[in-house]
C-alpha cells in the first residue's frame, strides 16, 4: 500500500487576502463623529480612550468638560464608557483626538434654544462684568446681558454674585452668541399685574431731553415728552425734578421688549395742566383714566422708545462676548476656530 501524503487543501485565500479583509471590516473615525468608549489610562493631563480603532485615542484635559477642572479623575475613571466627540483627525502616530466639552456644548444649545422657544425665564449668577453689561452661565454656556437690559440701581461692579430673573434676548449657536435681559424678565412679571389705561404712582428716576423715567414698583416706564401735556414743553426738566412723586397712566405694555410707556398727557383734563399745575391732574387722574379706558376700543399709537433714546439698541451694535469659553491650551491640540465679530457700539440719543 503506498502511503498517502496529507496535503494542504488550496482555498485561494492568502495572508494578503485576510489582512485585506480585516482593512474592510476596519472602523473608519472622522471629525464631528460622536463615538462610544472606554477609557482604559488616565494620565497627569488626560486620558488615553479605547473607541475600537487600530490606536487609543486620547482625549486632554482641558477637553474632559465645559467647566474648568484641575484633574482627569474629576471627569473620568478607568473603565467608563460614554460617548466622546472625535474632535481632530489622526496625528503621526495614528492616533484620534477626543472631545466631551463639545457633546457638552451641543447639548447645552440644545437646551437654551428649546428655553427660549417657551419663553422661559431663567435664574443666573453674575459672575463677571465688563464695559457693555454682565455675564453669567446658562447651562454652562457665558450669557451675556448688555448694559440697558440690566434694570437696577446698583452699579454694575456690585452686581457679581448676585442672581438675577432673566429672558432670552438672542440664541444663536453659529455665532456663539447668547444675549438675555433682566429688563424683560421685570417688566414680565410686573405686566401680569398691570394694565392698559392704568394709574400708577411713581418716582422720576431720570430726566432725558425725550423724556422723564418712571420707577413704577421697581420697573422702569418712560413718560415721552410728548405724552407729559397737550401743550408745547421744551425739555422735561420744566416739569419734574429727580424724586418727584408723580402719577402717570400706562398707555403701552411690550412685553416682548420689556418696555412700559406711560402719560400724563392722556389725564389732563385741560389742555396744559400739567404745566400750570400738576397737582390738578394728580387729583383728577382716575376720573380721566377712566374716560380713556372708554375709548380703549378706538386703536391708539404707541411709543416705545428706550432709555438710550432710540427704538432699541440693535444687538447687533454691543460687543458680545462668545457663549463658548476657550480652553485653557496646556499642550498641542487641534482646536475647533470660533469667529467673534466685534462692532461697535453707536447709540444716538433720540
Known amino acids: 500500500m503506498v502511503p498517502q501524503t496529507k496535503t494542504t487543501p488550496d482555498v485561494g485565500f492568502t495572508h494578503e487576502d485576510f489582512a485585506a479583509l480585516l482593512d474592510k471590516y476596519d472602523y473608519h ?4 463623529d460622536i463615538v462610544a468608549g472606554t477609557v482604559f489610562s488616565l494620565e497627569p493631563r488626560g486620558a488615553l480612550i479605547d473607541i475600537g480603532a487600530k490606536t487609543a485615542a486620547y482625549i486632554p484635559i482641558q477637553e474632559m468638560s465645559i467647566n474648568r477642572i484641575d484633574q482627569p479623575e474629576e471627569v473620568l475613571q478607568d473603565g467608563d464608557t460614554r460617548e466622546f466627540f472625535i474632535l481632530a483627525d489622526e496625528n503621526e502616530e495614528g492616533q484620534l483626538t477626543l472631545s466631551i466639552r463639545r457633546i457638552e456644548y451641543m447639548r ?3 437646551r437654551v434654544r428649546q428655553l427660549q422657544k417657551e419663553d422661559a425665564t431663567v ?3 453674575i459672575f463677571a462684568t ?3 453689561g454682565a455675564l453669567v452661565r446658562i ?17 454694575k461692579e456690585e452686581l457679581v454674585n448676585e442672581e438675577l430673573p432673566l429672558k432670552f434676548l438672542e440664541v444663536d449657536e453659529d455665532r456663539n452668541r447668547l444675549v438675555l435681559s433682566h429688563r424683560r424678565a421685570l417688566v414680565e412679571r410686573k405686566m401680569n399685574k398691570l394694565e392698559v389705561g392704568e394709574v400708577v404712582i411713581g418716582v422720576v428716576r431720570g430726566i432725558k431731553p425725550y423724556g ?3 420707577d413704577i414698583g421697581g420697573v422702569s416706564g418712560l413718560l415721552h415728552i410728548s405724552e407729559i401735556s397737550h401743550d408745547h414743553i421744551d425739555t422735561p426738566h420744566n416739569v419734574f425734578n429727580v424724586n418727584d412723586e408723580v402719577k402717570v397712566m400706562i398707555i403701552d405694555l411690550d412685553a ?4 412700559i410707556s406711560l ?3 392722556q389725564l389732563e383734563s385741560e389742555p396744559g395742566d400739567m404745566v400750570k399745575n400738576p397737582q390738578v391732574v394728580y387729583d383728577g387722574a382716575e376720573e380721566m383714566a377712566a374716560k380713556f379706558r372708554e375709548q380703549m376700543n378706538q386703536p391708539a399709537a404707541s411709543l416705545t422708545v428706550t432709555e438710550d433714546g432710540v427704538e432699541a439698541i440693535a444687538i447687533e451694535e454691543i460687543e458680545v462676548p462668545s457663549a463658548e469659553e476657550e480652553p485653557i491650551i496646556e499642550e498641542p491640540i487641534i482646536e475647533e476656530v470660533v469667529e467673534v465679530v466685534e462692532v461697535a457700539t453707536d447709540v444716538i440719543e433720540g
Not at 447651562?139 to 452699579?155: A, C, M, Q
Not at 416682548?256 to 418696555?259: D, V, Y
Open 29 to 32: 473615525f472622522s471629525p464631528g
Open 108 to 110: 447645552a444649545w440644545e
Open 123 to 125: 435664574r443666573a449668577l
Open 130 to 132: 465688563n464695559r457693555g
Open 139 to 155: 447651562e454652562g454656556l457665558r450669557g451675556f446681558i448688555p448694559g440697558s437690559h440690566i434694570s437696577t440701581r446698583k452699579v
Open 212 to 214: 422723564a423715567f418712571i
Open 256 to 259: 416682548e421688549r420689556g418696555r
Open 263 to 265: 402719560s400724563t398727557k
